[in-house]
Protein backbone atom coordinates (compact mmCIF):
# COMPACT_ATOMS: atom_id res chain seq x y z
CA UNK A 1 0.00 0.00 0.00
CA UNK A 2 1.08 3.67 -0.65
CA UNK A 3 2.76 5.31 2.11
CA UNK A 4 0.14 7.75 3.72
CA UNK A 5 1.20 10.98 4.75
CA UNK A 6 0.54 12.28 8.34
CA UNK A 7 -1.60 14.43 9.81
CA UNK A 8 -0.31 17.92 10.57
CA UNK A 9 -1.93 17.80 14.24
CA UNK A 10 -0.04 14.33 14.39
CA UNK A 11 3.47 15.00 13.42
CA UNK A 12 3.15 18.49 15.49
CA UNK A 13 1.90 17.18 18.70
CA UNK A 14 4.29 13.81 18.49
CA UNK A 15 7.60 15.87 17.38
CA UNK A 16 6.72 18.40 20.53
CA UNK A 17 6.74 15.55 22.72
CA UNK A 18 9.64 13.78 21.09
CA UNK A 19 11.35 17.09 22.23
CA UNK A 20 10.22 17.61 25.09
CA UNK A 21 10.71 13.69 26.06
CA UNK A 22 14.57 14.14 24.67
CA UNK A 23 16.61 13.68 28.12
CA UNK A 24 14.39 11.69 29.79
CA UNK A 25 13.94 9.11 27.11
CA UNK A 26 17.60 8.99 26.12
CA UNK A 27 18.39 8.22 29.53
CA UNK A 28 15.86 5.55 30.12
CA UNK A 29 16.73 4.05 26.53
CA UNK A 30 20.51 3.52 27.74
CA UNK A 31 19.49 1.80 31.07
CA UNK A 32 17.23 -0.30 28.97
CA UNK A 33 20.02 -0.90 26.21
CA UNK A 34 22.77 -1.45 28.95
CA UNK A 35 20.39 -4.09 30.79
CA UNK A 36 20.49 -6.08 28.07
CA UNK A 37 22.18 -9.27 28.55
CA UNK A 38 24.14 -11.77 26.07
CA UNK A 39 23.00 -15.08 26.89
CA UNK A 40 19.83 -16.67 28.99
CA UNK A 41 19.71 -14.39 32.29
CA UNK A 42 19.46 -17.03 34.58
CA UNK A 43 23.18 -17.82 33.74
CA UNK A 44 24.42 -14.95 35.00
CA UNK A 45 23.24 -15.81 38.21
CA UNK A 46 25.14 -18.07 40.76
CA UNK A 47 24.37 -21.92 41.02
CA UNK A 48 22.70 -21.30 44.06
CA UNK A 49 20.47 -18.31 42.98
CA UNK A 50 19.64 -20.36 39.90
CA UNK A 51 18.97 -24.14 41.91
CA UNK A 52 16.11 -21.94 44.05
CA UNK A 53 14.71 -20.35 40.96
CA UNK A 54 13.85 -23.89 39.50
CA UNK A 55 13.19 -26.46 42.56
CA UNK A 56 9.95 -26.67 42.09
CA UNK A 57 9.90 -26.58 38.44
CA UNK A 58 9.69 -30.39 37.39
CA UNK A 59 10.04 -31.34 34.24
CA UNK A 60 11.19 -27.76 32.80
CA UNK A 61 14.58 -28.14 35.99
CA UNK A 62 16.93 -29.58 32.89
CA UNK A 63 16.15 -27.23 30.37
CA UNK A 64 16.16 -24.17 33.43
CA UNK A 65 19.75 -25.43 34.10
CA UNK A 66 21.17 -26.38 30.80
CA UNK A 67 19.00 -25.27 28.14
CA UNK A 68 19.31 -22.64 25.92
CA UNK A 69 15.67 -21.98 25.36
CA UNK A 70 14.21 -19.11 26.63
CA UNK A 71 12.45 -18.95 30.02
CA UNK A 72 9.06 -16.71 30.24
CA UNK A 73 8.08 -14.87 33.24
CA UNK A 74 4.12 -14.86 34.12
CA UNK A 75 2.70 -11.93 35.36
CA UNK A 76 -0.33 -12.82 36.45
CA UNK A 77 -3.47 -10.47 38.11
CA UNK A 78 -5.61 -14.02 38.38
CA UNK A 79 -8.27 -13.93 41.00
CA UNK A 80 -11.66 -15.87 40.93
CA UNK A 81 -13.94 -12.87 42.33
CA UNK A 82 -13.22 -11.07 39.34
CA UNK A 83 -15.29 -12.00 36.24
CA UNK A 84 -12.50 -10.28 33.47
CA UNK A 85 -9.65 -12.32 35.88
CA UNK A 86 -11.25 -15.25 36.49
CA UNK A 87 -10.86 -17.53 33.17
CA UNK A 88 -7.02 -16.54 33.41
CA UNK A 89 -6.90 -19.74 35.84
CA UNK A 90 -5.50 -21.78 33.44
CA UNK A 91 -3.15 -19.40 31.54
CA UNK A 92 -0.07 -20.88 33.07
CA UNK A 93 -0.62 -24.30 32.34
CA UNK A 94 -1.22 -23.61 28.54
CA UNK A 95 1.71 -20.92 28.52
CA UNK A 96 3.74 -23.54 30.08
CA UNK A 97 3.21 -26.13 27.59
CA UNK A 98 3.74 -23.96 24.49
CA UNK A 99 6.61 -22.57 25.86
CA UNK A 100 7.84 -26.28 26.03
CA UNK A 101 6.95 -27.05 22.37
CA UNK A 102 9.29 -24.14 21.63
CA UNK A 103 12.07 -25.89 23.51
CA UNK A 104 11.59 -22.99 26.39
CA UNK A 105 10.08 -22.84 29.75
CA UNK A 106 7.70 -20.28 31.80
CA UNK A 107 6.88 -19.75 35.21
CA UNK A 108 4.25 -17.86 37.41
CA UNK A 109 6.65 -14.96 38.44
CA UNK A 110 4.47 -13.44 40.81
CA UNK A 111 0.52 -12.03 41.12
CA UNK A 112 -0.56 -8.64 41.47
CA UNK A 113 -3.61 -7.70 43.31
CA UNK A 114 -6.62 -6.67 41.19
CA UNK A 115 -9.57 -5.04 42.79
CA UNK A 116 -12.69 -4.26 40.92
CA UNK A 117 -14.02 -0.82 40.99
CA UNK A 118 -17.68 -2.12 40.13
CA UNK A 119 -17.38 -3.80 43.60
CA UNK A 120 -16.14 -0.95 45.31
CA UNK A 121 -17.84 1.89 43.70
CA UNK A 122 -19.30 3.98 46.54
CA UNK A 123 -17.76 2.43 49.03
CA UNK A 124 -14.22 3.14 51.45
CA UNK A 125 -12.57 0.31 49.54
CA UNK A 126 -12.85 2.84 46.55
CA UNK A 127 -10.23 5.28 48.13
CA UNK A 128 -7.32 2.72 47.15
CA UNK A 129 -8.48 1.96 43.59
CA UNK A 130 -6.18 4.36 41.84
CA UNK A 131 -3.08 4.03 44.07
CA UNK A 132 -3.82 0.63 43.37
CA UNK A 133 -2.63 0.92 40.19
CA UNK A 134 1.34 2.13 41.74
CA UNK A 135 0.70 -1.19 44.21
CA UNK A 136 0.69 -3.55 41.08
CA UNK A 137 3.69 -1.51 39.41
CA UNK A 138 5.90 -2.20 42.30
CA UNK A 139 4.67 -5.77 42.41
CA UNK A 140 5.26 -6.64 38.83
CA UNK A 141 8.63 -5.21 39.46
CA UNK A 142 9.15 -7.16 42.38
CA UNK A 143 7.95 -10.30 40.36
CA UNK A 144 10.47 -9.95 37.55
CA UNK A 145 13.35 -9.01 40.42
CA UNK A 146 14.40 -12.60 40.15
CA UNK A 147 16.22 -11.57 36.66
CA UNK A 148 16.06 -14.96 35.54
CA UNK A 149 13.21 -14.02 32.71
CA UNK A 150 13.85 -13.75 28.61
CA UNK A 151 10.90 -12.43 28.20
CA UNK A 152 7.79 -12.12 29.87
CA UNK A 153 3.66 -12.00 29.78
CA UNK A 154 1.20 -9.84 31.08
CA UNK A 155 -2.03 -11.44 32.35
CA UNK A 156 -4.55 -8.76 33.08
CA UNK A 157 -7.44 -7.03 32.01
CA UNK A 158 -9.25 -3.91 33.87
CA UNK A 159 -8.93 -0.57 35.33
CA UNK A 160 -6.36 0.30 36.99
CA UNK A 161 -4.32 -3.69 36.25
CA UNK A 162 -3.25 -3.15 32.62
CA UNK A 163 -1.23 0.72 33.51
CA UNK A 164 0.41 -1.27 36.62
CA UNK A 165 1.31 -4.02 34.76
CA UNK A 166 2.77 -1.62 31.70
CA UNK A 167 4.50 1.07 34.49
CA UNK A 168 5.84 -2.02 36.05
CA UNK A 169 6.96 -4.06 33.33
CA UNK A 170 8.69 -0.90 31.88
CA UNK A 171 11.15 -0.92 34.33
CA UNK A 172 12.19 -3.91 32.51
CA UNK A 173 11.78 -2.76 29.17
CA UNK A 174 15.10 -4.88 27.89
CA UNK A 175 12.83 -7.40 28.19
CA UNK A 176 10.27 -8.41 25.41
CA UNK A 177 6.96 -8.16 26.95
CA UNK A 178 3.33 -8.98 25.24
CA UNK A 179 0.00 -7.96 26.99
CA UNK A 180 -2.75 -11.15 27.29
CA UNK A 181 -6.01 -10.47 27.78
CA UNK A 182 -9.48 -12.92 28.71
CA UNK A 183 -12.18 -11.12 26.54
CA UNK A 184 -15.58 -9.63 27.44
CA UNK A 185 -18.57 -12.01 28.90
CA UNK A 186 -21.14 -12.44 26.57
CA UNK A 187 -23.88 -9.23 26.33
CA UNK A 188 -26.09 -9.02 28.78
CA UNK A 189 -29.46 -6.72 28.75
CA UNK A 190 -29.31 -3.75 27.05
CA UNK A 191 -27.50 -1.40 28.42
CA UNK A 192 -30.17 1.29 27.91
CA UNK A 193 -32.30 -1.18 29.91
CA UNK A 194 -29.63 -1.12 32.54
CA UNK A 195 -29.38 2.76 32.81
CA UNK A 196 -32.70 2.92 32.79
CA UNK A 197 -33.38 0.76 36.21
CA UNK A 198 -30.81 2.71 37.80
CA UNK A 199 -32.32 5.98 37.21
CA UNK A 200 -36.08 4.76 38.50
CA UNK A 201 -33.80 3.40 41.46
CA UNK A 202 -32.30 6.87 42.02
CA UNK A 203 -35.73 8.40 41.95
CA UNK A 204 -37.24 5.88 44.06
CA UNK A 205 -39.27 4.21 41.24
CA UNK A 206 -37.79 0.65 41.30
CA UNK A 207 -37.44 -1.84 44.02
CA UNK A 208 -33.91 -3.04 45.43
CA UNK A 209 -34.77 -6.41 43.76
CA UNK A 210 -35.57 -4.88 40.52
CA UNK A 211 -32.47 -2.94 40.66
CA UNK A 212 -30.31 -6.28 41.42
CA UNK A 213 -32.05 -8.39 38.74
CA UNK A 214 -30.91 -5.93 35.94
CA UNK A 215 -27.44 -5.71 37.82
CA UNK A 216 -27.08 -9.41 37.38
CA UNK A 217 -27.95 -9.73 34.00
CA UNK A 218 -25.75 -7.53 32.76
CA UNK A 219 -22.61 -8.83 34.77
CA UNK A 220 -23.40 -12.34 34.48
CA UNK A 221 -21.05 -14.42 33.38
CA UNK A 222 -16.78 -15.22 32.75
CA UNK A 223 -15.26 -12.26 31.41
CA UNK A 224 -14.52 -8.06 31.22
CA UNK A 225 -17.76 -5.79 31.86
CA UNK A 226 -19.07 -5.05 28.32
CA UNK A 227 -19.68 -1.64 28.43
CA UNK A 228 -16.89 0.58 27.01
CA UNK A 229 -15.16 1.75 30.30
CA UNK A 230 -11.77 2.06 31.46
CA UNK A 231 -11.18 -2.15 31.08
CA UNK A 232 -12.50 -2.07 27.36
CA UNK A 233 -10.08 0.81 26.77
CA UNK A 234 -6.86 -0.38 28.07
CA UNK A 235 -7.81 -3.45 25.62
CA UNK A 236 -8.21 -1.17 22.56
CA UNK A 237 -5.09 0.99 23.49
CA UNK A 238 -2.93 -2.67 23.94
CA UNK A 239 -4.19 -2.80 20.21
CA UNK A 240 -3.04 0.66 18.93
CA UNK A 241 0.47 0.38 20.75
CA UNK A 242 1.25 -2.48 19.41
CA UNK A 243 0.94 -4.68 22.80
CA UNK A 244 -1.14 -7.34 21.95
CA UNK A 245 -1.30 -9.83 19.04
CA UNK A 246 -3.31 -8.52 16.71
CA UNK A 247 -7.50 -8.90 17.09
CA UNK A 248 -6.43 -10.36 20.58
CA UNK A 249 -9.05 -7.84 22.84
CA UNK A 250 -12.49 -8.79 22.06
CA UNK A 251 -12.38 -12.80 21.75
CA UNK A 252 -14.56 -14.55 24.21
CA UNK A 253 -12.99 -16.35 26.74
CA UNK A 254 -12.96 -20.19 27.45
CA UNK A 255 -13.31 -20.77 23.80
CA UNK A 256 -10.67 -22.25 21.49
CA UNK A 257 -9.52 -19.00 19.56
CA UNK A 258 -8.94 -17.25 22.88
CA UNK A 259 -6.35 -20.11 24.12
CA UNK A 260 -4.94 -20.49 20.80
CA UNK A 261 -4.22 -16.73 20.97
CA UNK A 262 -2.61 -17.49 24.53
CA UNK A 263 -0.29 -20.18 23.22
CA UNK A 264 0.55 -17.67 19.92
CA UNK A 265 1.82 -15.05 22.75
CA UNK A 266 3.83 -17.65 24.68
CA UNK A 267 5.41 -18.30 21.04
CA UNK A 268 5.82 -14.58 19.97
CA UNK A 269 7.15 -13.81 23.18
CA UNK A 270 10.18 -17.12 23.15
CA UNK A 271 10.92 -15.82 19.15
CA UNK A 272 11.62 -11.87 20.59
CA UNK A 273 13.80 -12.42 22.86
CA UNK A 274 17.81 -11.37 22.89
CA UNK A 275 18.63 -14.57 22.33
CA UNK A 276 17.80 -14.86 18.32
CA UNK A 277 17.63 -12.40 15.77
CA UNK A 278 14.01 -10.91 16.35
CA UNK A 279 14.72 -9.14 19.56
CA UNK A 280 12.20 -6.79 20.58
CA UNK A 281 12.38 -5.42 23.78
CA UNK A 282 9.23 -3.10 25.20
CA UNK A 283 11.28 -0.28 25.55
CA UNK A 284 11.29 -0.07 21.58
CA UNK A 285 7.41 -0.55 21.20
CA UNK A 286 6.15 2.06 24.05
CA UNK A 287 7.66 5.16 21.73
CA UNK A 288 6.71 8.70 21.74
CA UNK A 289 4.80 7.23 18.36
CA UNK A 290 2.95 4.66 20.60
CA UNK A 291 1.92 7.22 23.01
CA UNK A 292 0.07 9.51 20.41
CA UNK A 293 -1.22 6.37 18.77
CA UNK A 294 -2.67 5.36 22.07
CA UNK A 295 -4.78 9.42 22.61
CA UNK A 296 -5.96 9.19 18.74
CA UNK A 297 -7.43 5.66 19.43
CA UNK A 298 -8.16 7.27 22.90
CA UNK A 299 -10.47 10.14 20.78
CA UNK A 300 -11.62 8.23 18.00
CA UNK A 301 -13.72 5.82 20.57
CA UNK A 302 -14.48 7.96 22.83
CA UNK A 303 -12.35 6.21 25.58
CA UNK A 304 -12.17 6.31 29.53
CA UNK A 305 -11.25 9.46 30.96
CA UNK A 306 -9.44 7.48 33.33
CA UNK A 307 -6.53 7.51 30.52
CA UNK A 308 -5.91 11.01 31.18
CA UNK A 309 -4.37 10.04 33.98
CA UNK A 310 -3.04 6.26 33.07
CA UNK A 311 -1.51 7.23 29.77
CA UNK A 312 0.71 10.31 31.26
CA UNK A 313 2.13 7.70 34.46
CA UNK A 314 2.93 5.02 31.41
CA UNK A 315 4.40 7.62 29.39
CA UNK A 316 6.63 9.23 32.33
CA UNK A 317 7.70 5.51 33.12
CA UNK A 318 8.70 5.06 29.75
CA UNK A 319 10.81 8.43 29.78
CA UNK A 320 8.21 10.69 27.86
CA UNK A 321 6.88 13.82 28.83
CA UNK A 322 2.85 14.06 27.57
CA UNK A 323 0.16 16.33 28.81
CA UNK A 324 -3.46 17.02 28.44
CA UNK A 325 -2.57 19.99 26.20
CA UNK A 326 -1.43 17.12 23.76
CA UNK A 327 -4.46 15.03 24.12
CA UNK A 328 -6.79 17.78 23.99
CA UNK A 329 -4.96 18.53 20.37
CA UNK A 330 -4.98 15.25 18.93
CA UNK A 331 -8.71 14.91 20.04
CA UNK A 332 -9.45 17.76 18.40
CA UNK A 333 -8.00 16.71 14.80
CA UNK A 334 -9.54 12.78 15.29
CA UNK A 335 -13.13 12.20 14.52
CA UNK A 336 -15.30 10.28 16.42
CA UNK A 337 -15.74 6.89 14.74
CA UNK A 338 -17.30 4.45 17.49
CA UNK A 339 -20.18 4.73 19.46
CA UNK A 340 -20.47 1.92 22.31
CA UNK A 341 -22.12 2.50 25.81
CA UNK A 342 -21.93 4.70 27.43
CA UNK A 343 -21.75 6.74 24.49
CA UNK A 344 -23.70 4.80 22.00
CA UNK A 345 -26.48 1.72 22.94
CA UNK A 346 -24.32 -1.01 21.66
CA UNK A 347 -21.49 -2.87 24.07
CA UNK A 348 -17.54 -4.20 22.55
CA UNK A 349 -19.14 -7.59 21.54
CA UNK A 350 -21.61 -5.51 19.06
CA UNK A 351 -18.49 -3.20 18.14
CA UNK A 352 -16.11 -6.35 17.78
CA UNK A 353 -18.88 -7.62 15.27
CA UNK A 354 -19.38 -4.36 13.22
CA UNK A 355 -15.88 -4.38 12.13
CA UNK A 356 -13.85 -3.60 15.92
CA UNK A 357 -11.03 -2.52 16.64
CA UNK A 358 -9.10 -3.73 13.21
CA UNK A 359 -11.63 -1.30 11.40
CA UNK A 360 -10.97 1.42 13.58
CA UNK A 361 -7.20 1.00 13.21
CA UNK A 362 -7.01 0.91 9.14
CA UNK A 363 -9.58 3.97 9.08
CA UNK A 364 -7.18 5.84 11.17
CA UNK A 365 -4.13 4.66 9.20
CA UNK A 366 -5.33 5.51 6.03
CA UNK A 367 -5.93 9.05 7.18
CA UNK A 368 -2.61 9.52 8.48
CA UNK A 369 -4.05 9.94 12.05
CA UNK A 370 -1.61 7.16 13.23
CA UNK A 371 1.83 5.75 12.97
CA UNK A 372 2.37 3.16 11.16
CA UNK A 373 5.74 2.26 11.58
CA UNK A 374 6.16 1.99 15.37
CA UNK A 375 7.46 -2.11 16.59
CA UNK A 376 4.50 -4.21 17.48
CA UNK A 377 5.24 -7.06 19.88
CA UNK A 378 3.57 -9.58 16.93
CA UNK A 379 6.98 -8.49 14.71
CA UNK A 380 5.15 -6.27 11.97
CA UNK A 381 3.89 -3.13 12.30
CA UNK A 382 0.47 -1.52 12.81
CA UNK A 383 -0.64 -2.40 9.20
CA UNK A 384 -0.56 -6.20 10.95
CA UNK A 385 -2.64 -4.82 13.71
CA UNK A 386 -5.46 -4.78 11.35
CA UNK A 387 -6.06 -8.00 11.03
CA UNK A 388 -8.86 -10.23 13.15
CA UNK A 389 -7.84 -13.77 13.81
CA UNK A 390 -9.74 -16.88 13.03
CA UNK A 391 -9.47 -20.82 13.17
CA UNK A 392 -9.39 -22.75 10.42
CA UNK A 393 -9.76 -26.01 11.67
CA UNK A 394 -7.36 -25.79 14.70
CA UNK A 395 -5.10 -23.55 12.99
CA UNK A 396 -4.97 -19.92 13.78
CA UNK A 397 -5.28 -17.37 11.11
CA UNK A 398 -5.80 -13.71 10.56
CA UNK A 399 -7.64 -12.04 7.70
CA UNK A 400 -8.34 -8.59 7.11
CA UNK A 401 -10.93 -6.68 9.00
CA UNK A 402 -14.31 -6.01 7.26
CA UNK A 403 -13.61 -3.47 4.32
CA UNK A 404 -16.86 -1.55 5.67
CA UNK A 405 -18.46 -1.04 8.58
CA UNK A 406 -21.35 -4.12 9.74
CA UNK A 407 -23.34 -1.48 11.69
CA UNK A 408 -22.98 2.21 10.90
CA UNK A 409 -24.71 2.97 14.15
CA UNK A 410 -21.61 1.25 16.14
CA UNK A 411 -18.94 2.07 13.78
CA UNK A 412 -17.89 4.53 10.86
CA UNK A 413 -15.47 5.14 8.90
CA UNK A 414 -13.55 8.60 8.29
CA UNK A 415 -15.99 9.52 5.49
CA UNK A 416 -19.18 9.59 7.56
CA UNK A 417 -17.72 9.37 10.75
CA UNK A 418 -20.66 10.49 14.05
CA UNK A 419 -18.56 13.71 15.06
CA UNK A 420 -15.73 15.71 13.83
CA UNK A 421 -13.86 15.48 16.68
CA UNK A 422 -12.98 13.17 19.53
CA UNK A 423 -14.91 12.17 22.79
CA UNK A 424 -12.19 14.33 25.08
CA UNK A 425 -11.37 18.23 25.72
CA UNK A 426 -9.44 19.77 28.19
CA UNK A 427 -10.56 22.47 30.20
CA UNK A 428 -8.88 25.43 31.59
CA UNK A 429 -9.78 28.88 33.26
CA UNK A 430 -9.64 30.18 36.45
CA UNK A 431 -10.59 27.00 38.45
CA UNK A 432 -7.75 25.17 37.02
CA UNK A 433 -7.94 22.62 34.47
CA UNK A 434 -9.65 19.65 33.82
CA UNK A 435 -11.06 16.59 31.40
CA UNK A 436 -14.04 16.61 30.11
CA UNK A 437 -15.58 13.48 28.06
CA UNK A 438 -17.84 15.08 25.74
CA UNK A 439 -18.74 11.57 23.14
CA UNK A 440 -21.84 10.61 25.46
CA UNK A 441 -22.76 14.26 26.01
CA UNK A 442 -25.26 15.63 23.47
CA UNK A 443 -24.66 19.33 22.05
CA UNK A 444 -26.80 21.43 23.70
CA UNK A 445 -25.86 20.30 26.97
CA UNK A 446 -21.85 20.37 26.31
CA UNK A 447 -22.17 24.50 27.98
CA UNK A 448 -23.54 25.40 31.15
CA UNK A 449 -23.41 28.52 32.94
CA UNK A 450 -24.99 28.40 36.43
CA UNK A 451 -24.47 28.73 40.40
CA UNK A 452 -22.44 26.28 42.03
CA UNK A 453 -24.04 24.24 45.10
CA UNK A 454 -21.23 23.21 47.11
CA UNK A 455 -20.32 18.72 48.44
CA UNK A 456 -17.26 17.80 50.36
CA UNK A 457 -18.25 14.30 48.92
CA UNK A 458 -20.30 12.54 46.58
CA UNK A 459 -23.03 11.06 49.63
CA UNK A 460 -23.74 14.32 50.55
CA UNK A 461 -24.93 15.23 46.96
CA UNK A 462 -26.99 11.93 46.96
CA UNK A 463 -28.57 12.90 50.61
CA UNK A 464 -29.35 16.32 49.20
CA UNK A 465 -31.02 14.76 46.60
CA UNK A 466 -33.09 12.29 48.25
CA UNK A 467 -34.05 15.13 50.73
CA UNK A 468 -35.39 17.46 47.97
CA UNK A 469 -32.87 19.62 48.63
CA UNK A 470 -32.02 19.62 44.43
CA UNK A 471 -35.83 20.24 43.32
CA UNK A 472 -37.18 23.30 41.88
CA UNK A 473 -38.12 25.60 44.29
CA UNK A 474 -39.84 29.06 44.51
CA UNK A 475 -36.02 29.78 46.21
CA UNK A 476 -34.12 27.58 43.79
CA UNK A 477 -34.54 27.45 39.85
CA UNK A 478 -33.30 23.92 39.73
CA UNK A 479 -30.53 24.57 37.45
CA UNK A 480 -26.83 24.38 39.05
CA UNK A 481 -23.38 23.10 38.44
CA UNK A 482 -22.39 20.09 41.54
CA UNK A 483 -18.60 21.13 43.00
CA UNK A 484 -17.65 18.00 44.84
CA UNK A 485 -14.28 18.95 46.10
CA UNK A 486 -12.11 16.98 48.07
CA UNK A 487 -11.51 14.11 46.20
CA UNK A 488 -8.58 14.40 44.40
CA UNK A 489 -5.36 12.10 44.87
CA UNK A 490 -3.91 13.68 47.91
CA UNK A 491 -7.20 14.39 49.48
CA UNK A 492 -8.88 10.67 49.66
CA UNK A 493 -6.71 8.97 47.25
CA UNK A 494 -9.25 10.38 44.08
CA UNK A 495 -12.24 7.82 43.91
CA UNK A 496 -14.43 7.08 41.32
CA UNK A 497 -17.46 9.27 41.64
CA UNK A 498 -19.86 7.39 39.41
CA UNK A 499 -22.53 6.88 42.10
CA UNK A 500 -23.65 10.21 40.65
CA UNK A 501 -24.48 9.51 37.51
CA UNK A 502 -27.83 7.97 38.08
CA UNK A 503 -28.74 11.22 40.10
CA UNK A 504 -27.42 13.63 37.66
CA UNK A 505 -28.96 11.87 34.91
CA UNK A 506 -32.34 11.68 36.62
CA UNK A 507 -32.29 16.18 37.30
CA UNK A 508 -31.28 15.95 34.02
CA UNK A 509 -33.93 14.20 32.47
CA UNK A 510 -36.55 16.16 34.61
CA UNK A 511 -35.79 19.27 33.14
CA UNK A 512 -33.05 20.91 34.83
CA UNK A 513 -29.61 21.56 33.93
CA UNK A 514 -26.43 20.31 35.90
CA UNK A 515 -22.90 19.95 35.44
CA UNK A 516 -20.30 18.39 37.63
CA UNK A 517 -17.37 20.03 38.49
CA UNK A 518 -15.27 17.81 40.88
CA UNK A 519 -11.14 16.96 41.22
CA UNK A 520 -12.40 13.75 41.59
CA UNK A 521 -12.72 10.71 38.98
CA UNK A 522 -16.02 9.58 36.81
CA UNK A 523 -13.99 7.04 35.02
CA UNK A 524 -15.74 5.88 31.51
CA UNK A 525 -19.00 5.25 32.31
CA UNK A 526 -19.52 9.30 33.25
CA UNK A 527 -22.63 9.60 31.12
CA UNK A 528 -25.23 11.75 29.78
CA UNK A 529 -23.70 14.63 32.12
CA UNK A 530 -21.36 17.19 31.43
CA UNK A 531 -18.62 16.90 33.77
CA UNK A 532 -15.50 18.47 34.12
CA UNK A 533 -13.35 16.17 36.31
CA UNK A 534 -9.35 15.63 37.54
CA UNK A 535 -9.45 18.98 38.10
CA UNK A 536 -6.06 20.36 38.93
CA UNK A 537 -4.70 21.54 41.03
CA UNK A 538 -6.68 19.28 43.41
CA UNK A 539 -8.54 21.27 46.30
CA UNK A 540 -6.66 20.34 48.87
CA UNK A 541 -2.99 21.27 47.23
CA UNK A 542 -4.35 24.82 46.61
CA UNK A 543 -6.65 25.02 43.89
CA UNK A 544 -9.10 27.20 43.18
CA UNK A 545 -12.06 24.36 43.48
CA UNK A 546 -11.71 25.61 47.81
CA UNK A 547 -12.20 29.07 46.61
CA UNK A 548 -16.03 28.62 45.01
CA UNK A 549 -18.63 29.69 47.76
CA UNK A 550 -22.08 28.32 47.58
CA UNK A 551 -24.05 29.92 44.88
CA UNK A 552 -21.54 31.28 42.84
CA UNK A 553 -21.73 31.73 38.97
CA UNK A 554 -19.46 29.27 36.69
CA UNK A 555 -19.46 28.61 33.32
CA UNK A 556 -18.43 25.09 32.20
CA UNK A 557 -17.86 25.39 28.33
CA UNK A 558 -16.73 21.98 26.61
CA UNK A 559 -16.86 23.43 23.00
CA UNK A 560 -14.25 26.41 23.89
CA UNK A 561 -12.51 24.31 26.61
CA UNK A 562 -13.11 27.00 29.30
CA UNK A 563 -14.15 27.13 32.71
CA UNK A 564 -14.21 29.42 34.90
CA UNK A 565 -16.04 31.13 38.16
CA UNK A 566 -17.54 34.51 37.06
CA UNK A 567 -16.74 36.09 40.36
CA UNK A 568 -14.91 39.72 39.86
CA UNK A 569 -11.98 39.33 39.74
CA UNK A 570 -10.36 41.56 42.91
CA UNK A 571 -12.96 39.49 44.91
CA UNK A 572 -11.34 36.02 43.55
CA UNK A 573 -7.91 37.20 44.11
CA UNK A 574 -8.52 38.10 47.65
CA UNK A 575 -10.20 35.12 48.73
CA UNK A 576 -8.89 32.32 50.95
CA UNK A 577 -9.38 28.71 50.34
CA UNK A 578 -12.11 27.12 52.75
CA UNK A 579 -11.17 24.46 54.87
CA UNK A 580 -11.19 20.62 53.93
CA UNK A 581 -11.41 18.20 56.38
CA UNK A 582 -10.66 15.24 55.17
CA UNK A 583 -9.16 13.15 58.38
CA UNK A 584 -12.54 10.52 57.82
CA UNK A 585 -10.84 9.84 54.72
CA UNK A 586 -7.45 8.47 56.00
CA UNK A 587 -8.55 5.27 58.24
CA UNK A 588 -10.67 2.02 57.83
CA UNK A 589 -10.95 -0.63 54.46
CA UNK A 590 -6.94 -0.39 54.59
CA UNK A 591 -6.74 3.54 53.48
CA UNK A 592 -4.36 3.79 56.79
CA UNK A 593 -1.39 1.71 54.58
CA UNK A 594 -1.75 4.83 51.64
CA UNK A 595 -0.78 7.73 53.44
CA UNK A 596 2.12 7.38 51.97
CA UNK A 597 0.99 7.34 48.33
CA UNK A 598 -1.60 10.27 49.54
CA UNK A 599 1.53 12.69 50.62
CA UNK A 600 3.21 11.98 47.53
CA UNK A 601 0.50 11.36 44.93
CA UNK A 602 1.42 13.91 41.69
CA UNK A 603 -1.07 15.92 40.17
CA UNK A 604 -3.90 14.52 37.77
CA UNK A 605 -2.32 16.22 34.94
CA UNK A 606 1.28 14.24 35.69
CA UNK A 607 -0.53 11.01 36.15
CA UNK A 608 -1.54 10.99 40.16
CA UNK A 609 1.25 8.62 40.73
CA UNK A 610 3.42 8.16 44.07
CA UNK A 611 6.41 6.73 42.16
CA UNK A 612 7.05 8.89 39.09
CA UNK A 613 8.68 12.10 40.39
CA UNK A 614 8.32 15.46 39.01
CA UNK A 615 9.00 16.33 35.63
CA UNK A 616 10.21 20.02 35.38
Not at 156 to 181: E, N, Q, R, T
Not at 431 to 449: F, T
Not at 452 to 466: C, E, H, P, T
Amino acid sequence: MPTVALHPVVERVTARITERSRVLRNDYLARMDAARQAGPYRYKLSCGNQAHGFAASGDDKPALRYGQGGNLGIVTAYNDMLSAHQPMEHYPALIRMAARNMGGSAQVAGGVPAMCDGVTQGRAGMELSLFSRDVIAMATAVALSHDTFDAALMLGVCDKIVPGLLIGALSFGHLPVIFVPAGPMPSGIPNKQKAEVRQRYALGQASQDELMDAEAASYHAPGTCTFYGTANSNQMLMEVMGLHLPGTAFVPPNTPLRSALTVAAAEQALRSTALGDAYRPLAHVVSEKAIVNAMVGLAATGGSTNHALHLVAVARAAGIVMDWGDLDELSKATPLLARVYPNGSADVNHFEAAGGIGFVIRELLDAGLLHADVLCVHGGNLRQQTQQPYLDDLQLCWRDAPAQSQDSEIVRGMANPFDSEGGLRCLQGNLGRAIVKVSAVALPYRKHEAPVRIFDSQDALIAAFKAGQLDKSEHFHGDFIAVVRGQGPRANGMPELHKLTPTLAALQDRGQRVALLTDGRMSGASGKVLAAIHVTPEAVAGGALAKLREGDLVRIDAEAGTMDALVDAVEWAARSAAPLDSSGNQYGMGRELFGLMRGHAGSAEHGASALLGAVE
